[in-house]
């Protein structure tokens, strides 16, 4: 399977911050990467898909970034909503559906 | 709206299954496939497999091959999940979510809110 790492593991900012997270694969994706925001007892939430496609009424502060086996995830300015934990997702053709580790992103 | 409603909490013993449900709605339940995904306690997430609800073809994780299957009922929108031979490891929110039709590997668009699966003795 393709593992997925994510740094940094836990992330502190304060709002108004640029942040950038990273996630990287253990071969090459392509742009088969998503991004998903997890608040506490909550359902993942899908904020980009194929790397860089912003998934509908997400805001543009979010971005992604990158192909093949480095990818970036940038919250152009953090909001206080914007506090939780986030996750990368590959979804390459050819091998089963794995997850990154998890970046908490902590109120500085 | 687009939405997946899980059924509700559940506790088991070693040993026993259980069956979760996931009703869509506000969408062509045929015209895409559901993935099943668990997060454990204070953990991350893990994806268990999909199907799909255009032919039932399905793809489940090798760690879980043997113990669990995944259906859909056409004629009510729905999909389940049943796993059996339960262990307390197997403790976790488990999460329905749309995906795509064709393939299993893909992103995940729409979430159910997610059922809680207590394994204790």
């Known amino acids: 399977d393709i593992q997925m790492t994510q740094s940094p593991s836990t992330l502190s900012a304060s709002v108004g911050d640029r942040v950038t997270i990273t996630c990287r694969a253990s071969q090459s994706i392509s742009s088969w990467l998503a991004w998903y925001q997890q608040k506490p007892g909550k359902a993942p939430n899908l904020l980009i898909y194929?790397?860089?496609s912003l998934e509908s009424g997400v805001p543009s502060r979010f971005s992604g970034s990158g192909s093949g086996t480095e990818f970036t995830l940038t919250i152009s300015s953090l909001q206080p909503d914007d506090f939780a934990t986030y996750y990368c997702q590959q979804y390459d053709s050819y091998s089963p559906v794995t997850f990154g580790q998890g970046t908490k992103l902590e109120i500085k | 709206q687009v939405q997946l409603v899980q059924s509700g909490a559940e506790v088991k013993k070693p040993g026993a299954s259980v069956k979760v449900s996931c009703k869509a709605s506000g969408y062509t339940f045929t015209s895409y496939g559901i993935s099943w995904v668990r997060q454990a306690p204070g953990q991350g997430l893990e994806w268990m497999g999909w199907i799909s609800a255009y032919n039932g073809n399905t793809n489940y994780a090798q760690k879980l091959q043997g113990r669990v299957t995944m259906t859909t009922d056409t004629s009510t929108s729905t999909a389940y999940m049943e796993l059996r031979s339960l262990r307390s490891d197997d403790t976790a929110v488990y999460y329905c979510?749309?995906?795509?039709?064709?393939?299993?590997?893909?992103?995940?668009?729409?979430w159910g809110k997610g059922t809680t699966v207590t394994v204790s003795s």
């Open positions: 979510a749309r995906a795509e039709w064709l393939r299993p590997p893909y992103y995940m668009d729409v």
């Open positions: 194929q790397a860089s």
